[in-house]
């Protein structure tokens, strides 16, 4: 774990008080093998809100993945008894849903796949973010009896229903380090861009966050990477790679903001 100190909240500036000294900011959320942190880096407001998105990607829409496979975890007894959700179609035709302890599930590692930032491609653009596909990976250790058990001729696991939330994420993880790489006094409020998506104040966040057909990473040693690069006008733009050691999983692009 590596930490960079920054004694003010990255999202709205608040300095550290006696009853909110401010708490460390994880880069990467923990729950993805994040090992990054901004050390007094978020103010209770500004962390119940990262903290409100960063659960629905990761206890909702990665709960399947996270815990068939071994991710961290601050709640161990919780992942034993976990049961998963899944939705079947029996062979008379009834939609019910089930639950499937963890470790008869399979491990599916689903990520969305956005239209690239809107702000990038000059697309016209209303709101949120727009998935235009998945990318899956399933596990072979998948012993693929819950048809077989319940006497279903589908099954189907819930996965990426909040899309808004997975890009709010990627928005955070890209302007969290920038703040480590650049300084949080590089970064003048107004001129982050994605700042007010993040905190939910706008719901713009596919104007600056999505993905490129332009891939910028090969097979990666490590569990995510980050690129950053500045374009013309101290623009300040990431690539964020999850589960990096995968070649063909999507990246996203971020348009974070302007360096000053
Ligand atoms: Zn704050």
């Not at 601050?74 to 992942?79: E, F, G, Q, S, T």
């Not at 000059?122 to 709101?127: I, S, T, V």
């Not at 899309?163 to 107004?190: C, D, H, N, Q, T």
């Not at 891939?215 to 990666?220: I, Y």
Request: net charge neutral; with cysteine.
């Amino acid at each position: 774990m590596t930490k960079t100190r920054i004694g003010q909240c990255i999202y709205c500036r608040a300095r550290p008080t006696p009853s909110d000294p401010l708490s460390d900011e994880h880069i990467f959320p923990f729950g993805i093998y994040g090992k990054q942190q901004l050390g007094k880096a978020s103010c209770k407001t500004c962390r119940d809100i990262t903290s409100d998105f960063e659960g629905k990607v990761q206890q909702d829409d990665m709960k399947n993945l996270r815990s068939v496979i071994d991710f961290p975890t601050r709640h161990l007894k919780r992942k034993k008894e976990l049961k998963l959700p899944h939705e079947i179609v029996t062979k008379s035709g009834e939609v019910k849903v089930i639950e499937v302890p963890s470790k008869h599930a399979p491990a599916i590692m689903v990520l969305s796949v956005f239209k690239a930032p809107a702000h990038l491609s000059n697309e016209a653009y209303e709101e949120g973010i727009e998935m235009t596909g998945y990318f899956m990976n399933t596990s072979t250790k998948y012993p693929g009896t819950i048809a077989q058990d319940h006497n279903a001729t589908e099954v189907a696991i819930y996965s990426l229903r909040w899309p808004e939330a997975w890009g709010r994420m990627f928005a955070k993880i890209a302007y969290a380090f920038a703040v480590k790489e650049y300084g949080l006094s590089r970064f003048k409020e107004e001129d982050v861009y994605v700042l007010n998506a993040i905190l939910g104040k706008t719901n713009d966040i596919g104007k600056w966050v999505g993905c490129d057909r332009e891939r910028v990473f090969g097979d990666e040693f490590d569990d995510q990477a980050v690129g950053l690069w500045i374009v013309e006008d101290n623009e300040l733009h990431a690539v964020i790679k999850l589960f990096a050691w995968l070649n063909s999983v999507p990246e996203y692009h971020v348009r974070i903001g302007k360096l000053s």
